[in-house]
């Protein structure tokens, strides 16, 4: 899979942008505030729907304007597919696939695929939970996007039963209505519970290997993804609100625990519920559910965050999107997924475009070689920089010059 055209109208600092890309590696050049990023975030919004630098739409359409239009050509497999997005603040957004509208925007989904690492991805290290739930999401639904309905359900039902308990509190009663909404909670809840666990357990090899192959771990530079997952410091675990599930061993090592099913989910988290009812009450908010959990990073047994240096959560901040890219391109990497697994992964042709925005000019000279020897052989790669001398020699291909909302191919 590759983006062959990307075209933008009112687009945050673009009036009008014709962006023609190819296979292989292309890297956009422009000074800091040219816009060179507002190019890559535009082609994630399109495989996503959704920015990696702002929570809202409403920053993605240029001032004056009142809409954005995103029209990103997908080739895969010598198969041509036009995705079209308009983003309208304030309004539900529209989007076509092939010039047909769709009835939802989310139906677009899987149409691309993108694996976008930018600084921002430093908090998946440093940062709060809700950062890492939503990189779990996201891969999910790349993986499976009929997983972006049932996100979307839980999300709905979350909502709805917090309104429920703040009336609760405000009348200092349980209403029974509150039984209805549990029962839902927990059957959209084990939904997506049960696809996270499995998607921890298939990722977190292809995550151990790239963090040792980026930072050099033992013998794993330049080795394909996955080869020394076994000796690498890097490890993920699941942290479930749900005490049940809350010790289970996701990644393990040795013997693995096998994992729980949807309906085993789903009664662990009922039994939860009750457990919290009173809390839940006096609080006015649900306090069990995939929305309180946590994607756990440790290197050498110790909490990423607040002990990895600098330049392990960079290295690790990267494990984490390399690893995702890993499994979306469908590396062999602790064999075929289990039968019960909802991700068993992408056909060839939906590889993913692998997107480093502004990555190579934070990492030393070491970790930008070996991390230009693991993406050297992607089908397409997107980079941008300030200046050439960031990117490696290893990486050389088309060039793109952007300055004062122009975009240029050199020569």
Same mark, same amino acid.
């Given at each position: ?28 050049? @422009?000074?800091? @505030? #040219? ?11 399109? %495989? ?9 739409? /409403? ?61 921002? +991805? ?26 972006? !309905? ?5 999300? $709905? ?19 029974? /209505?509150? *039984? ?21 357990? $298939? ?27 076994? @000796? ?6 699941? $942290? ?23 309906? *085993? =989910?789903?009664? %662990?988290?009922?039994?939860? =519920?009750? %457990? #919290? ?6 609080? !006015? ?20 965050? !607040? ?33 019960? +697994? ?7 042709? +939906? ?24 993406? %050297?052989?992607?089908? #397409? ?14 990486? *050389? ?15």
């Amino acid at each position: 899979m590759h983006v062959t055209h990307l075209s933008l109208t009112d687009f945050r600092s673009y009036a009008r942008a014709e962006v023609p890309l190819g296979p292989g590696t292309t890297t956009i050049v @422009g000074r800091n @505030g #040219q816009g060179k990023t507002n190019l890559v975030e535009a082609l994630g919004y399109a %495989a996503t729907l959704g920015s990696h630098r702002v929570a809202t739409d /409403a920053p993605l359409v240029r001032t004056g304007a009142e809409r954005a239009v995103v029209r990103a050509a997908v080739d895969r497999a010598g198969r041509s597919t036009l995705v079209e997005l308009e983003i309208v603040p304030g309004r539900a957004n529209r989007a076509r696939v092939n010039r047909a509208p769709v009835a939802r925007p989310r139906d677009v989904l899987g149409s691309l695929r993108t694996v976008l690492f930018a600084p921002e +991805d430093l908090a998946l290290v440093k940062g709060e939970p809700d950062g890492r739930r939503r990189y779990l999401d996201e891969v999910l639904v790349a993986l499976a996007p009929r997983l972006a !309905g049932v996100r979307a359900d839980y999300e $709905r039902v979350l909502r709805q039963r917090n309104t429920l308990l703040r009336t609760a509190r405000a009348q200092r009663v349980a209403p029974a /209505a509150l *039984e209805v909404w549990d029962e839902h909670l927990a059957a959209a809840g084990a939904q997506l519970l049960f696809s996270r666990l499995h998607l921890v357990r $298939r990722v977190a090899p292809h995550v151990a290997a790239a963090y040792a192959a980026v930072s050099g771990h033992g013998d794993a530079a330049g080795e394909e993804p996955g080869a020394d997952a076994a @000796g690498s410091p890097a490890r993920l675990g699941y $942290r479930c609100s749900v005490p049940e599930v809350d010790d289970l061993d996701v990644v393990g090592a040795g013997e693995v625990p096998e994992l729980p099913g949807r309906a *085993e =989910l789903a009664e %662990a988290l009922l039994r939860a =519920l009750a %457990a #919290q009812r009173r809390a839940e009450v006096e609080r !006015g908010t649900s306090l069990v559910g995939p929305h309180r959990d946590d994607l756990v990073l440790t290197l050498d047994g110790l909490p990423a965050r !607040g002990y990895a240096s600098h330049g392990e959560s960079w290295s690790f901040a990267l494990a984490l999107r390399l690893g995702s890219y890993a499994l979306l391109r469908g590396a062999p990497v602790g064999g075929p997924a289990g039968a019960g +697994d909802p991700a068993s992964g992408p056909s060839p042709e +939906d590889e993913p475009v692998l997107v480093l925005d502004d990555v190579f000019a934070e990492l030393d000279a070491g970790r930008r070689r070996r991390l230009a020897a693991l993406v %050297a052989g992607a089908e #397409q790669v997107l980079i941008t920089a300030a200046v050439d001398d960031d990117v490696p020699a290893g990486l *050389e291909g088309d060039r793109l010059r952007v300055a004062d909302g122009e975009v240029a191919r050199d020569g």
